[in-house]
């Protein structure tokens, strides 16, 4: 009994000596991360563009486990984490959760860094996920994901609970040819869903009704061709036009305001227009993913200022997609291929003047 009791003992210390040593470098990696820099972007009037950090995966976001529950997981094995696979749009709920559309992995991630949760969301079947592409949230928290491929909008509670789809017809093909963006105006009951194939913007009820379409294929004001992301900011419209190489503004009926960007392969052009967002002074962020970069503009078209550049280091984009700016004017950019989150902060000052630049 004895002897028992001393290969306990080693048995424990030996697994103490483990974790010890797995924490430490665990640390050792943590503290490394935290030495990682990016300058400030300087610019205009006194305002500046602030890294924050970056997030990819379920480890960053879960509590600390207890030093038992570590030796559980050490002796039965860990249970699976999570990481970003190819990700592609992001969102944010009252609550301050992020919710991550991931075609890479046919699901939806949800980071809630308040309370320290995560959860993953994997359909699989008849109304299973095939492509969830864009999401965007209610004032409820309920939120709505586009699935590019299955043709249809999966609706889920604020929990994270699956409520219905939208877009199925009777034998199972989808109502819509390639739903991508889309954007909820809750007040008015509305939805909107561009379908990049159809080059039109479809507007329905919160129950999925078609009111009315806007648009069609065509390269003049409120013309579309391969539209592709949403955002609805105040009475405006967001659509990011892909192939005219521009973001067309509307209002909430559909009515053309006015058009920002254009083709070619220099800043200040839209040559690959991805995912759009509007801060607190109305500047137009707009990610363009074959230049690695966050372009903004003012509602007349000029470019204010531009940030990131190819590459995966902190502070660069490998085919950036998905942008959300939240009422604190954080800007989330959806860093696709380098698998992660990029969080920036904006801070407004003064006036800002056009050509500020890297």
Not at 49 to 64: A, D, P
Not at 141 to 170: C, H, M, P, Q, W
Not at 230 to 238: A, S, W
Request: with cysteine; net charge positive.
């Amino acid at each position: 009994m004895r002897g028992w009791k001393k290969i306990s003992i080693a048995a424990g210390v030996s697994v103490v000596s483990i974790l010890t040593s797995a924490a430490a470098k665990d640390q050792g990696k943590s503290k490394s991360k935290e030495k990682v820099e990016v300058g400030d972007l300087l610019l205009a009037g006194g305002r500046r563009l602030v890294y924050e950090r970056s997030f990819s995966s379920q480890h960053e976001v879960t509590i600390k486990k207890h030093f038992w529950t570590r030796v559980v997981d050490f002796v039965a094995g860990p249970p699976e984490m999570h990481d970003l696979a190819r990700p592609y749009s992001i969102a944010e709920d009252s609550h301050g959760r992020f919710i991550v559309t991931d075609p890479g992995a046919r699901a939806v991630h949800i980071f809630d860094f308040a309370q320290q949760k995560y959860k993953f969301i994997h359909r699989e079947g008849k109304e299973g996920f095939r492509s969830p592409q864009c999401v965007a949230v209610d004032a409820q928290d309920n939120f709505y994901v586009t699935d590019s491929e299955a043709g249809k909008i999966f609706v889920f509670d604020a929990k994270g609970k699956f409520i219905r789809v939208i877009g199925s017809l009777k034998y199972g093909e989808g109502f819509f040819k390639r739903p991508t963006g889309i954007a909820v105006d809750s007040a008015a009951n509305r939805i909107y869903v561009s379908d990049t194939l159809r080059n039109k913007i479809y507007v329905m009820d919160l129950a999925g009704s078609v009111l009315k379409t806007i648009g069609e294929r065509g390269t003049g004001n409120g013309e579309f061709y391969f539209p592709t992301e949403l955002k609805l900011v105040g009475q405006e419209l967001y659509v990011v036009d892909g192939m005219n190489f521009r973001i067309q503004v509307l209002d909430r009926s559909g009515s053309f305001l006015y058009a920002i960007g254009q083709a070619g392969d220099g800043t200040g052009a839209t040559f690959r227009p991805k995912g759009i967002g509007v801060d607190s002074e109305n500047s137009i962020y707009v990610v363009d993913a074959l230049w690695g970069m966050v372009q903004v503009f003012n509602p007349q078209g000029q470019l204010l200022y531009y940030f990131g550049k190819n590459g995966s280091a902190p502070g660069e984009f490998e085919l950036p997609a998905g942008l959300f700016i939240d009422q604190n004017d954080h800007i989330l950019v959806v860093d696709s291929y380098n698998r992660r989150i990029q969080e920036y902060r904006y801070m407004g000052a003064g006036k800002q003047k056009v050509g500020g630049a890297l």
